[in-house]
């Protein structure tokens, strides 16, 4: 337990493994998952790995936001024992997440005036998202002065996060409605892939496009050089997360170890919430471009 006696809670947009959770004590929200038949919530009772084969074999998935009762009913535990909270969403760039916190934060105020309940708009997603949470609950266990000095440092990861995506198929943008048949079919007959980061607003923005995928990797390589500059990032922990393509995520992962000294990397399968969207042929990675603090 932090000595602030703050409970972290996030949910299972952030893609972080039962290790980490358990690890650094998060508690961790469900979000939706449909197939147009059943509901599942995420992480319960469908898993990233069921999802990708899911997708390969040409099932459709949605997906929603953490259901209000969850929220209510999770606030409400820590209410009751006077715990302060800081729960930190996926972007409301993406989801409607941090509404809902909100409007549960409201309910439970009702029934217990005292509660002490922040919602945090994390302006970021998938293992981005759990990445900003992990340093987040490294900072409150050996840092945070005040439930504000650990509020500042959030801001500041936010600020500092760069979340580089790609995707090797865009037929699941197109079904998600993102992009056009007209741009699946020239990306196709042209090999071209889109590369994305996020905004500061949190949103998905499109900042490039390559033909085939050495000149992906290329492009990514010089925006992490780019952004990166002097600044040593030897320490970080560096996110990988791949869908069946594993080829991208290897060759990223061998670039910051010879060209920045990296020796900490999370690699793994893409989360079943932003997987939904994007396919299983994506690849996306994560890390800061200022020092950490914990």
Known sequence: ??????????????????????????????????????????????????????????????????????????????????????????????????????????????????????????????????????????????????????????????????????????????RGGRISKTQVIISQALNIKPIFDVDPDGKLRLIGKARGSKNVAKFMKNKVRELVGDLDISTQTICISSGVYRDLMMEIKDFFEKEYNVKKFILQDIGSVVGAHTGPYMTTFYFFTAPLKA
């Open 1 to 174: 337990m932090n000595k602030l006696n703050i409970k972290l809670i996030a949910d299972s947009g952030s893609e972080l493994s039962k290790e980490i959770i358990e690890k650094y004590d998060i508690e961790m929200l469900p979000m939706v998952i449909t197939d147009g038949k059943n509901e599942y919530l995420d992480g319960v009772n469908i898993t990233p790995q069921d999802v990708l084969k899911g997708m390969v074999n040409g099932v459709v998935y949605k997906t929603a936001q953490v259901p209000l009762k969850i929220f209510i009913e999770k606030f409400e535990k820590y209410a009751a024992i006077g715990q302060p909270v800081v729960c930190i969403v996926m972007s409301s760039g993406i989801t409607s997440s941090k509404k809902a916190g909100e409007t549960a934060k409201q309910i439970v105020l009702e029934k217990y005036p005292k509660a002490d309940i922040t919602v945090v708009d994390s302006k970021c997603c998938a293992l981005g998202y759990g990445l900003l949470v992990m340093e987040t609950a490294k900072y409150l266990e050996t840092k945070a002065e005040s439930k504000e000095d650990l509020l500042n440092y959030i801001e500041y990861l936010q600020k500092n996060i760069v979340h580089l995506w790609t995707v090797d198929k865009m037929e699941y943008l197109y």
